[in-house]
């Protein structure tokens, strides 16, 4: 039905309030499981050291009566270390800013340094899990840690051409990258190859973090000594549901992250694995030069890992 003659409508209408909503809405995911599951401990130095040991091979240990004893060869222990990595971020917002009605926040630059927190939280879990060597740093350089693709050699599953990093006395662990190889199917015979080399080596690994690529990959394995199953907590924490598959090796849980290569597959022994704080994360102000306001939020801290024989890698995985 038309409208009458000469009706005034909201068409018509001048004046009329805007309609925004006092929320902001956010899809971003901020999830970290691997920065998040690693215990926190600290650090002193911008090179952060550790020793790690490991028994020799068994023997059958079998003596005359009455012989002399010879001693055993002792072996010493190994030291290793990681740079600390600066994780920088800072907003710089205009003094006018406060002074305007704003929906959805009342200070910008409360809401922009919580942002910022989040994205740098992405950021540090990006690091921990990438391929990257350690950087020593200099007046011009960066400091940077070495992340779980430079620290995995011993139990591995690679592509054609792929290759661990080196690990001696020139190269210290940590100080070289991963060789990326051709990339093939993960399935699991891959898995539990892996699986087995850690076992093998003294391992005893809890939990599988992984791309949702491979994840759906991973739900698919089958077998009379592989079993899978969905486990739900019964409380609020952050991970409500995960899947635990059990080997004859150990049993691991799955863990779907966002920050990991595609192509790599971590099998870790989560308690093998720390973060070394050298500085706490911290909002603080920066000296005002102008009619604007400058805050940063830092965080400075590197990656241990305690031995890594304990966990493993399956490398060069197409991923789609």
């Given at each position: ?36 599951a690693c215990k926190k ?21 079998a003596h005359v009566e ?255």
């Open positions: 039905m038309a409208q009458p003659t000469n009706t005034f409508d909201t068409y018509d209408s001048v004046g009329i309030r805007e309609d925004l909503s006092d929320i902001i809405y956010s899809v971003t995911p901020d999830d970290t499981p691997f920065y998040t401990t600290k650090a002193t130095n911008t090179l952060h050291e550790w020793q790690t040991d490991s028994l020799r091979n068994s023997a059958v240990n009455g012989g002399d004893t010879t001693a055993d060869v002792v072996s010493p222990t190994v030291r290793l270390g990681n740079y600390t990595q600066i994780f920088k971020n800072a907003v710089t917002i205009a003094d006018t800013e406060d002074g305007v009605l704003k929906a959805g926040r009342k200070q910008e630059m409360a809401y922009q340094m919580l942002k910022e927190a989040r994205q740098q939280k992405l950021d540090i879990e990006k690091a921990l899990f990438e391929n990257q060597a350690r950087v020593s740093g200099s007046a011009t350089v960066a400091r940077k840690l070495a992340g779980l693709g430079a620290w995995l050699a011993t139990n591995s599953s690679k592509g054609t051409g792929g290759a661990d990093p080196v690990q001696n006395a020139s190269n210290p662990a940590g100080s070289t990258t991963r060789t990326d190889g051709t990339q093939r199917v993960f399935d699991q015979a891959k898995f539990d190859a892996v699986m087995e080399s850690i076992w093998t080596n003294g391992g005893d690994p809890d939990r599988v973090y992984l791309s949702p690529f491979q994840m759906n990959k991973a739900l698919g394995f089958t077998g009379n000594n592989n079993q899978r199953s969905t486990v739900q907590a019964g409380d609020a924490k952050v991970v409500k549901s995960l899947d635990v598959y059990v080997t004859p090796w150990g049993t691991v849980e799955f863990m779907p992250s966002r920050e990991n290569r595609s192509r790599d597959v971590y099998i870790l022994q989560n308690d093998m694995f720390c973060t070394a704080i050298l500085r706490p994360t911290k909002s603080v102000a920066l000296a005002k030069t102008g009619d604007s306001t400058k805050r940063q939020i830092l965080t400075e801290l590197t990656l241990v890992s305690k031995n890594e024989a304990a966990s493993g890698i399956v490398a060069d995985l197409t991923a789609s």
